[in-house]
Nanobody, 128 residues
């Protein structure tokens, strides 16, 4: 059974930083692309950042470029999202997600329909 567990959310002031972590078990982590998504109430869930199975290729949406960094440690089955210079617009529930197919890469970001497994989500709140 695949388990996806996020940690690291919380409250932070504008301009602050947080690092989210996601540990995956039950599959060959180094075979699967991973992504971070976020959702604001009443809005569609969006892909924030995506990383290839090897970690060599990444994608970020324009609004987080230069502020958020996605990385992975395959030896630890762990995905990270380092978030800096946080803005109030970054407030959301953040989800870790596993691509449903091994060794796949989508230019322009993973599609929601590609996702095979989800974490439970972790709240990030950025206050002024």
């Amino acid at each position: 059974q695949v388990q996806v567990v996020e940690s690291g959310g919380g409250s932070v002031e504008v301009g602050g930083s947080l690092t989210l972590s996601c540990t995956v078990s039950g599959l060959s982590f180094d075979e699967y692309g991973m992504a971070w998504l976020r959702q604001i109430p009443e809005k569609k869930r969006e892909v924030v950042s995506h990383i290839s199975h090897s970690g060599m290729t990444t994608y970020e949406i324009d609004s987080v470029k230069g502020r958020f960094t996605i990385t992975r440690e395959n030896a630890k089955n762990t995905l990270y999202l380092r978030m800096t210079r946080l803005e109030t617009e970054d407030t959301a529930v953040y989800y870790c997600a596993v691509d449903g197919a091994p060794r796949r890469w989508r230019t322009g970001g993973l599609w929601l329909s590609d996702i095979g497994h989800w974490g439970q989500g972790t709240q990030v709140t950025v206050g002024s």
